[in-house]
């Protein structure tokens, strides 16, 4: 499955551990990533200081559902179940 433009869930509803430009610590779950703009999308798409975390993955039904609002409910609770 392709990104849907404008969701941004992944960039919301995920912990990220690693260093991100602006963000030295990560970023904690449910935070949103000082990357993503106003239009839900990343402003670090494509450029080589984007965290290898975001770079593999890879959008999914199972883990982005339908919906920018599923995305979120089902990317938390992976969080939560993996955490």
Request: net charge negative; charged share 20%; proline share 10%.
């Amino acid at each position: 499955m392709d990104c849907r433009p404008g969701c941004g869930a992944c960039c919301i509803a995920p912990s990220i551990s690693s260093p991100i430009p602006g963000m030295p610590h990560g970023k904690a779950a449910g935070e949103r990533c000082v990357h993503l703009s106003s239009q839900f999308l990343c402003l670090l798409f494509g450029d080589p200081r984007r965290p290898e975390v975001c770079t593999a993955f890879g959008a999914d039904p199972l883990c982005c559902g339908t919906s920018r609002e599923e995305a979120i409910r089902l990317l938390g609770w992976l969080e939560q179940a993996t955490a």
